[in-house]
T-cell receptor, first 112, second 117 residues
Framework: DSGVTQTPKHLITATGQRVTLRCSPRSGDLSVYWYQQSLDQGLQFLIQ???????AKGNILERFSAQQFPDLHSELNLSSLELGDSALYFC???????????FGPGTRLLVL | AQSVTQLDSHVSVSEGTPVLLRCNYS??????LFWYVQHPNKGLQLLLKYTSAATLVKGINGFEAEFKKSETSFHLTKPSAHMSDAAEYFC???????????????FGQGTTLQVKP
């Protein structure tokens, strides 16, 4: 168990809908990273938050957004969902100044 | 820009025989490199990491990897495969956290390890 929690584990929804994925980092970790794992793109970095502030953006679609709250948990919001958004979404956390990231179990999103 | 290339998409070994998963990296500076493992329907677990200390890095479950700068490689090995080693393995390079970098991870495409009885 990495200490990073993600909810829900599975999510099934329809095209055009909006969903929110939640991540709680390990105690003491200020950075939260979101990654998407899909069959065609592999594992890709989406976005990073550090202590409540957006720090970096990767291959994140404009339909996707995220935020990190004062208690350091993070939410990834996916809207106007398309079939191609079906994927496994991971969050990871790390302490400041350390490169090692610890991953949550992921949320498997299926868009029908 | 940094990148990693996993040279085999699929490796099959017999139980009790050695495992070799190959990874080459590209980095403009001394990289931090990792191997993560993903068992079916599970999350990503850190196996080991290299951060410019010893070039031979020991990880969990008997795995180790050797950093070879001259070959820009970071291959993962294990002397004797176990059935429970069957999983997807990812070679990963970090952007680093110094000089304003964010520390985002860049993943290879993954190698599926099959272990036959």
């Amino acid at each position: 168990d990495s200490g990073v929690t993600q909810t829900p584990k599975h999510l099934i929804t329809a095209t055009g809908q909006r969903v929110t994925l939640r991540c709680s980092p390990r105690s003491g970790d200020l950075s939260v990273y979101w990654y998407q794992q899909s069959l065609d793109q592999g594992l890709q970095f989406l976005i990073q938050y550090y202590n409540g502030e957006e720090r970096a953006k990767g291959n994140i679609l404009e339909r996707f957004s995220a935020q990190q709250f004062p208690d350091l948990h993070s939410e990834l919001n996916l809207s106007s969902l398309e079939l191609g958004d079906s994927a496994l979404y991971f969050c990871a956390s790390s302490v400041p100044g350390v490169e090692t990231q610890y991953f949550g179990p992921g949320t498997r999103l299926l868009v029908l | 820009a940094q990148s990693v290339t996993q040279l085999d998409s699929h490796v099959s070994v017999s139980e009790g025989t050695p495992v070799l998963l190959r990874c080459n990296y590209s980095s403009s500076y001394s990289p931090s490199l990792f191997w993560y493992v993903q068992h079916p329907n599970k999350g990503l677990q850190l196996l080991l990491k290299y951060t410019s200390a010893a070039t031979l890095v020991k990880g969990i479950n008997g795995f180790e990897a050797e950093f070879k700068k001259s070959e820009t490689s970071f291959h993962l090995t294990k002397p004797s495969a176990h059935m429970s080693d069957a999983a997807e393995y990812f070679c990963v390079v970090s952007e680093g956290v110094k000089s304003g970098n964010t520390g985002k991870l860049i993943f290879g495409q993954g190698t599926t390890l099959q272990v036959k009885p």
